[in-house]
């Protein structure tokens, strides 16, 4: 059985683990630092999601997420980032667990809306997302590089 929770305390599993999930997640990103874990985790405005399988003796993290919640002047906001599943795991239904999970949570803390946005490639995570009840928005995005 999946069970997800809340990262609350930098480790060396919770270190072990993003080493290992982030370039399944991204070619070009870094991992981050230690301290930049931590200061994820101690954060108010994000909130890490592990998911692990409760029969593994070892509880091995098997996915992250990343929930954020904002304050903007229109109401609280919640934003899902990062969201990955060891290619080991995948097809379990821990990606599912996760982001119902960070819904939920989202709700509870009063937030109006739960956005993300997914590389147009990713399409087995696309089909995810609206299963979940995610729905597709017309709208550009913008970026730039400071």
């Not at 990343?66 to 990606?95: H, S, Y």
């Not at 937030?111 to 990713?122: A, E, G, H, I």
Request: glycine fraction near 6%.
């Amino acid at each position: 059985m999946i069970k997800v929770f809340e990262i609350t305390e930098m480790s060396q599993k919770v270190y072990d683990t993003f080493e290992r999930l982030v370039p399944q997640l991204s070619s070009t990103a870094k991992i981050p630092t230690w301290d930049e874990l931590n200061d994820l985790i101690t954060s108010k405005a994000g909130i890490i999601l592990a998911a692990v399988d409760d029969e593994d003796p070892e509880e091995k993290i098997l996915g992250t997420m990343t929930l954020v919640i904002f304050r903007i002047p229109t109401g609280l906001r919640a934003w899902v980032e990062d969201v990955v599943v060891d290619e080991e795991a995948r097809g379990k239904g821990i990606g599912e667990k996760l982001i119902r999970t960070s819904v939920e949570r989202a709700k509870e803390a009063g937030c109006r809306t739960v956005d993300l946005t997914s590389n147009p490639k990713r399409v087995a995570a696309h089909r995810l997302y609206k299963r979940c009840g995610f729905e597709m928005r017309e709208t550009c995005v913008f970026r730039r590089i400071p």
